[in-house]
């Protein structure tokens, strides 16, 4: 059974004509080598992925090689399907903390609140955390998220007539 059902309460949470419509994922108190444990997981998922650097399309690196990059540098982004429909856009902005975001337009229904919530555990139980997904932009309350305690996602924020 999926650990989130596409009801009037988890569409509400994913609309995108909401204000901002790529929520963002942060993992906080992050290491290189937790980066890199993301970056195992995408190959043995088998998840297709684009690393690009600039305007260069290159081989997925290691984590330690982007993350000591010049700060001057441009900052590359790892474009990761876990589903052909559903894509999620990570940027390696510092070692400290993973983030990522997705395209709220791209997570409607069912099917594809399956593979974020399946996205998200394989993520959190990988780097042994929470992966709470907030709204565009950072806020206070996350949206939803993968709840390493409880070991499921769950909801985490209500609709404002709740």
């Known amino acids: ?3 989130l059902l596409w009801d009037d309460r988890v569409a509400w949470l994913l609309d995108p004509t909401q204000e901002g419509c790529l929520p963002d994922a942060f993992i906080e108190h992050t290491t290189a080598a937790d980066w890199q444990a993301v970056l195992d997981l995408i190959g043995e ?3 297709a992925f684009e690393y690009a650097d600039g ?3 290159l081989p997925l690196p ?3 090689a982007v993350l000591a990059r010049p700060a001057d540098a ?3 982004s790892l474009r990761v399907w876990p589903d052909p429909g559903v894509c999620a856009i990570f940027r390696f902005l510092g070692k400290e903390q993973i983030d990522f975001d997705l395209d709220l337009r791209e997570l409607q229904g069912q099917e594809r609140l399956d593979v974020l ?3 998200l555990a394989a993520i959190g139980r990988r780097l ?3 992966v709470p997904l907030f709204p565009e932009g950072g806020g206070v309350r996350p949206l939803l998220g993968f709840d390493l305690a409880a070991d499921r996602i769950r909801m985490m ?3 404002p007539d709740t």
């Open 117 to 119: 919530c399946g996205f």
């Open 62 to 64: 290691r984590a330690e």
């Open 1 to 3: 059974m999926a650990d």
């Open 45 to 47: 998922q088998g998840w």
């Open 157 to 159: 924020s209500t609709p």
């Open 55 to 57: 305007s260069a399309v």
């Open 74 to 76: 441009e900052c590359p």
């Open 128 to 130: 042994g955390t929470s």
